[in-house]
C-alpha cells in the first residue's frame, strides 16, 4: 500500500510537509566533515573507514542492499561536459531498449538475490513514455519489486505519472554543490533548478536519492565540502559519491581520474554525517581502482550494490565513462559482498523505506 496516497491524515501531512518528512536533514553534531578528513592517508583514514563501517552495521546489520539496473536509453538532452552520452557526441549509437525483452529479462531471468529494480536513462521524455511507464506498470502488476527511476529532470505531471504507475524512489543527483563549478561543467539545467525538482520530489512523497562527483576538474576543497553541506540540508533518503572519470569522447577526456582514496573518504564521511542514509556504492569504484574499489566502498559505508542487467548488445552505448565497462554481474556483486563478511538484504530498498516511515509516523503519534 502507498502510504502517502492511502494513509491517514497524519500521515497524508507528513508526507506532504517537506519541514515534517523524516527525511528532514541536518549534519549531526557528532561529524562535520573537514578537508583533512577527506585527504586522510595512513592510521587515520583506517580509522575513518572503520568508524564509517561500525556506524553502518549499527544501523543496517551486515545487510546490503542489492538491486538491478537497467539502462533502457542513451539519449539525452543535457549536455554536461563530463558524459558521454552528452547531445553533442556525435560518434554514439544511439538507442531504446525493447520493452518486450526488459519485461523478459526482468520477469523470468532476474537474479534471485535481487529484490530492486533500478530504470535508468539519458534525459530523455521519449523513453519515459514508451518504456519506463509500461515497465514499470508491468513490474508493479506481475513482482513485489521496489522499483527506483534515474531519468533526469522531467516535467512534474511526469515525476505524478511514474509515481502512480508504482515507482517510489527517485534518484536524481545535484552532481557539485558550487554554483560556478556546476555551470562550467554544463551539468544539468541549473543548479537552482535541479535543487528545486529534489525539493518537490520529496514533497511529493518519493523517496529521494542524490549525489555528487569527487576529484572533478578544478575542484577545490572548499567547493569539495560544499557537497556535503547541500547534502545534508537536502530532504534526501540516500546519497551517493562517484570519483570523476575522464569520459571518452567528452571535452574532459584528457584529464585524470579523480582520486580513489578521496572518494572513499567522502564516502565515509556520508556515513558519519548520515548514519540512516541507503549509500550505493558505484561501479566507477572499480574503474578507479580495478578489482579492489568496489570492496573497498563497502567497507566505507555502503550498504547498497547494484547488478547491471542492460542487455549486452546494447550496454557498450550507454557511454557514462568508457565503453570498455567494468559491468558489475551477479557474480562479482555476491562475491563482492561475501567477502567483506556481508550479507545481501532480503528486504527491499522501497520496503525498507516505507518501514521506516511507518516507524516515524508511529513515534509522532506517540
Known amino acids: 500500500m502507498n502510504i502517502f496516497e492511502h494513509g491517514t491524515g497524519e500521515r497524508k501531512r507528513l508526507a506532504l510537509d517537506p519541514a515534517l518528512r523524516f527525511t528532514h536533514a541536518v549534519i549531526e553534531g557528532q561529524f562535520v566533515p573537514r578537508a583533512g578528513d577527506l585527504t586522510a592517508r595512513g592510521k587515520r583514514q583506517e580509522r575513518l573507514h572503520e568508524r564509517a563501517a561500525l556506524t553502518t552495521s549499527r544501523v543496517f546489520g551486515s545487510r ?53 529494480i533500478n530504470i535508468q536513462a539519458g534525459e530523455d521524455p521519449v523513453a519515459v513514455r514508451e518504456i519506463a511507464l509500461p515497465l514499470i506498470r508491468l513490474l508493479r502488476r506481475e513482482t513485489n519489486l521496489g ?16 509515481k502512480a504507475a508504482g515507482a517510489s524512489i527517485y534518484i536524481i543527483k545535484f552532481e557539485m554543490a558550487n554554483p560556478r563549478l556546476y555551470e ?45 553541506r547541500l547534502a545534508a540540508e537536502l530532504p534526501l533518503a540516500g546519497c551517493s559519491v562517484s570519483p ?6 567528452t571535452p574532459l577526456s584528457g584529464e585524470s581520474c579523480g582520486d580513489i582514496e578521496l572518494t572513499l573518504n567522502c564516502m565515509a564521511a556520508l556515513r558519519l554525517i548520515r548514519p540512516d542514509w541507503v549509500i550505493p556504492a558505484v561501479s566507477a569504484l572499480n574503474l578507479a581502482e580495478p578489482d579492489s574499489g568496489y570492496r573497498r566502498g563497502l567497507r566505507a559505508g555502503a550498504n547498497l550494490a547494484t547488478i547491471n542487467l542492460t542487455p549486452a548488445d546494447i550496454r557498450g552505448d550507454y557511454l557514462l565513462y568508457k565503453r570498455d565497462r567494468f559491468i558489475m554481474t551477479e557474480e562479482r556483486i555476491l562475491s563482492a559482498i561475501a567477502a567483506e563478511g556481508l550479507a545481501p538484504s532480503t528486504q527491499s530498498l522501497a520496503d525498507h523505506y516505507a518501514t521506516r516511515l511507518e516507524k516515524f509516523c508511529e513515534s509522532t503519534a506517540a
Not at 522499483?147 to 511514474?162: F, M, N, Q
Not at 554544463?186 to 529534489?198: M, Q, V
Not at 570523476?244 to 569522447?249: A, K, L, N, Q, S
Request: charged content about 25%; hydrophobic content about 35%; proline content about 4%.
Open 64 to 116: 546490503v542492499f542489492v538491486r538491478g539496473v537497467v539502462e533502457i536509453s542513451n539519449y539525452c538532452r543535457e549536455n554536461c561536459t563530463y558524459c558521454g552520452m552528452r547531445r553533442e557526441n556525435r560518434q554514439l549509437s544511439r538507442y531504446r531498449a525493447d520493452l518486450d525483452q526488459l519485461a523478459e529479462l526482468l520477469l523470468q531471468n532476474r537474479p534471485a538475490r535481487i529484490t530492486d
Open 147 to 162: 522499483i527506483s527511476v534515474c531519468l533526469g529532470t522531467l516535467r512534474y505531471d511526469e515525476y505524478a505519472e511514474l
Open 184 to 228: 562550467r561543467m554544463a551539468a544539468p539545467g541549473t543548479l537552482p533548478e535541479r535543487l528545486d525538482h529534489i525539493r518537490h520530489l520529496a514533497a511529493t512523497g518519493w523517496n529521494v536519492s542524490s549525489g555528487f562527483i569527487a576529484g572533478l576538474p578544478g575542484e577545490t576543497s572548499r567547493a569539495l565540502l560544499e557537497n556535503f
Open 244 to 249: 570523476f572519470i575522464p569520459g571518452e569522447e
